[in-house]
């Protein structure tokens, strides 16, 4: 059984009261997540990938439990283990949270208290978890910062964060975050902050502890370079619901929804020959349709037909045993180049 | 952007810099007193040529976003010389370079501060024609009207406000300001790193499209290497101040020379994993920047350096063309002959620099450098500080810069 499932999880904020902006007067509610469903196995590093607004980051806060409970309302079962976090009592998932589950997230200086030293935030989550006070507690922060690669770590300890550097904060959030061997670690956008060398740095590092431990990774990132590098199992996220689900060979090799496809399409790379244009895809997020009319990115799809305005369309395996995708309309081989010649014509 | 006739690279340059510098004082006590400098831009020397993109790249902190303020005259110049068509315009008066401001323009990086909320989009589009009293053919509203119609938004926007647009709509808007004024040179900062992969990609081309359209020159500074590889003719790559590396685009990502572009370079996640099995060596290279307030002497990059040797530490490399085409500032280059072959004895600290991830190769292809070469990973230089502690106080044994690269070079 998989270590995380997570059925259909949807999140919707209740909108601000009946505003002078928007002329409706209603109020209107957001749907963030809609319906996402995907599986994390024990020690696999999966991948959510989207632009902003696609629900990535609110999926991972409801999978946590940070969501505030006011004016939100979670719905779909989300199983850790076998327990449903999202019914749990919140003393309960305190309980996980730190100790089984653990996220990083995007900007290190935010997410560290900047009035406290470093060293009383690592210490603080082994005394919570582990029962480690004192000396104990401060050994074991600084081998963890040791682990981590931030050289000098009893100087560290005593240190503010604004002291360290970005890749340096960023260290020591990771150290937190492992600090209890958690069985599922959940990174936001880890990198997004750094530069590229030391993106290369962390990525290393968070693969070596993720194969030294055995821990399971959802990583949560826009750029699909890190997603090719890291991930054995990547999920596209589209205006809050999952379009395409594959092993990362196979998604790359043949993205099958238009989205992944166009997404694909429209990075410069490093390794293609340069010279070709980019082939972007048109419109903007906010050219959307509610996923219950039908498919969310058909406004802005260039295979779009009628049939993609009926309903929501259903999760197909068009290609392979295991590549999911949401779309009556996929790139199929046959269509590839043709689809190609197309969107760049 | 297509390549450029080989006439125009000849010709005059649109911009000439020469030993840029600025230097943002650090000040303290009561009295304010300077007791330093962040030396952001520290002699910089280049050329623009009418109808090229120069791409600048490099990390955060590196100096990039001051030389596009230096340039486009919004920051002034400690030192060093900017010519513009053939006028120095390095210490120009407000009043005077307004006629400049025509020529000259910029985009900024955050679609989000850089339209005045409370302006329409028309006013914004507007401003450029009523700060410069140009009074176009058919009237403000009727070019404003066109300009959002060349960067791909609909004239019935004149009169929406910026909060109504999306990322990438609002850097449309942006760059059809820049565009008012017909420029002859844009300054691109960091156009499209605020924007979603999908829309990075309208906007890149709509900038490619642009200069085919109107034979604009582009300075464009940005972080990432694939959007720069993308776009530009010419690259120059900086760190901590410095220009390290210049060369047209081919050259510097087939053969690049300065160890720093080389990690950088490897550095980059590509998005294709049967493309990263193959890949024989990734450079990865260890500890941070250095701070630009007290930059490492010689070399800057030697802190960091796989391939260091005392010569780094002691004798700032100059930037020289060792290719047509392709400038490096470095002691020993890849893929070009070595300037400094003598001195062969690596800095302890330079065995430490780097990790090799996958198949764990020797870095440089250079023999002689093996030793600098060899997987660091596992194998803390417990021996090594011995065999250059000594070294420390004395002059350096390498000599001066004499040993002129012979030109002609062998492909690797």
């Known amino acids: 059984m998989a270590l995380l499932s997570v059925d259909e999880l949807s999140v919707t904020f209740a909108g601000q009261g009946g505003g002078r902006g928007a002329g409706s007067g209603a109020r209107r509610d957001t749907k963030a997540v809609d319906g996402v469903s995907f599986e994390v196995e024990e020690g696999q590093v999966v991948g959510l990938v989207g632009e902003s607004g696609c629900g990535k980051s609110v999926t991972a806060l409801a999978l946590m439990g940070l969501l505030p409970r006011k004016g939100v309302s979670v719905g779909g079962r989300a199983e850790f283990d076998g327990a449903d976090l999202l019914s749990m009592g919140e003393k309960k998932i305190r309980d996980l949270r730190g100790s089984q589950l653990a996220m990083i997230f995007q900007d290190p200086l935010s997410s560290l208290n900047p009035v406290v030293p470093i060293g009383i935030q690592v210490t603080e989550i082994l005394t919570r978890h582990r029962g480690l006070k004192g000396e104990p507690a401060r050994k074991e922060a600084a081998s963890l910062l040791d682990r981590v690669g931030i050289p000098d770590p009893d100087r560290r300890l005593k240190e503010y964060p604004h002291q360290l550097s970005g890749g340096m904060r960023q260290r020591a959030l990771i150290a937190m975050a492992v600090a209890c061997a958690p069985r599922l670690l959940i990174a936001d956008e880890p990198t997004t902050a750094l530069d590229v060398t030391i993106q290369a740095q962390i990525l290393e590092l968070l693969k070596e502890l993720v194969d030294q431990q055995g821990t399971a990774l959802l990583m949560i990132t826009h750029d699909l370079g890190v997603v090719a590098g890291l991930c054995d199992q990547v999920n596209v996220l589209y205006a809050g619901r999952a379009v395409e689900t594959a092993g990362r060979r196979e998604l790359f090799a043949h993205p099958t929804h238009p989205y992944a496809h166009g997404l694909l399409g429209s990075i410069p790379r490093l390794d293609a020959p340069r010279g070709d244009p980019l082939r972007p895809i048109r419109g903007s997020i906010n050219d959307k349709i509610a996923w219950a009319d039908g498919c969310a990115f058909a406004p802005r799809c260039d295979f779009y037909t009628m049939e993609c305005l009926t309903g929501t369309p259903e999760l197909t395996e068009p290609r392979a045993r295991g590549h999911q995708v949401r779309c009556v309309n996929p790139v199929l081989p046959a269509e590839t180049s043709a689809g190609t010649a197309e969107v760049s014509s | ?208 499209d642009l200069q085919d359209e109107l034979g604009l020159t582009y300075v464009i500074i940005a972080h990432d290497l694939s959007v720069i590889r993308h776009v530009s003719d010419r690259i120059a790559v900086m760190y901590l101040g410095k220009i390290v590396e210049l060369s047209d685009r081919k050259s510097l990502y087939e053969r690049p020379m300065h160890p720093y572009t080389k990690a950088l370079l490897s550095a980059v996640p590509v998005p294709d994993p049967k493309r990263r099995g193959v890949k024989s060596e990734r450079i990865l290279l260890k500890g941070d920047v250095p701070s630009p307030i007290s930059p490492p002497s010689g070399c800057r990059f030697h802190t960091r350096c796989w391939k260091a040797t005392e010569v780094c530490r002691t004798v700032e490399p100059p930037l020289i063309q060792l290719e047509p085409g392709h400038e490096a500032a470095c002691h020993h280059p890849e893929n070009a002959p070595d ?45 090594e500080p011995a065999v250059v502690k000594p070294a420390v106080g004395e002059p350096a044994e390498a000599p001066e810069e004499t040993s002129e690269a012979p030109k002609g070079l062998t492909k690797e």
Not at chain 2, 347 to 372: C, N, P, Q, T, W
């Open chain 2, 339 to 383: 300037q400094i072959p003598d001195d062969t004895k690596v800095l302890a600290s330079a065995r430490e620099a780097i990790a090799l991830v996958g198949d764990a190769v020797a870095a440089g292809a250079d023999a002689g450098k093996a030793s600098a070469g060899e997987p660091a990973v596992g194998e803390p230089a417990v021996s």
């Open chain 2, 1 to 208: 952007m297509a390549d450029r006739p080989e006439e125009d690279k000849t010709g005059e340059p649109l911009l000439r810099v020469e030993g840029l510098v600025k230097h943002f004082p650090v000040k303290k006590g009561l009295l304010q007193r300077q007791v330093g400098a962040v030396k952001a831009v520290d002699g910089l020397s280049f050329d623009v040529h009418p109808g090229e993109t120069l791409g600048i790249v490099g990390e955060s902190g590196c100096g990039k976003s001051t030389m596009g303020r230096l340039i486009t005259r919004l920051d002034e110049p400690t030192d060093g010389r900017i010519e513009f068509q053939g006028h120095d315009i390095t210490h120009m008066s407000a009043g005077k370079i307004r006629p400049l401001r025509r020529d000259v323009q910029m985009i900024f990086q955050d679609p989000y501060s850089s339209l005045n909320p409370r302006h329409t989009i028309g006013t914004i589009v507007g401003a450029p024609f009523k700060l410069q009293k140009v009074e176009p053919e058919g009237g403000v509203k009727k070019e404003v009207q066109r300009l959002l119609g060349l960067v791909g938004l609909s004239p019935e926007h004149y009169n929406r406000y910026p909060h109504e647009f999306s990322g990438g709509q609002r850097q449309r808007i942006g760059i059809a300001r820049a565009l008012a004024l017909s420029p002859k040179l844009v300054v691109a900062d960091e156009p499209v790193s605020a924007l979603d992969v999908s829309i990075q990609a309208q906007v890149v081309n709509l900038l490619d």
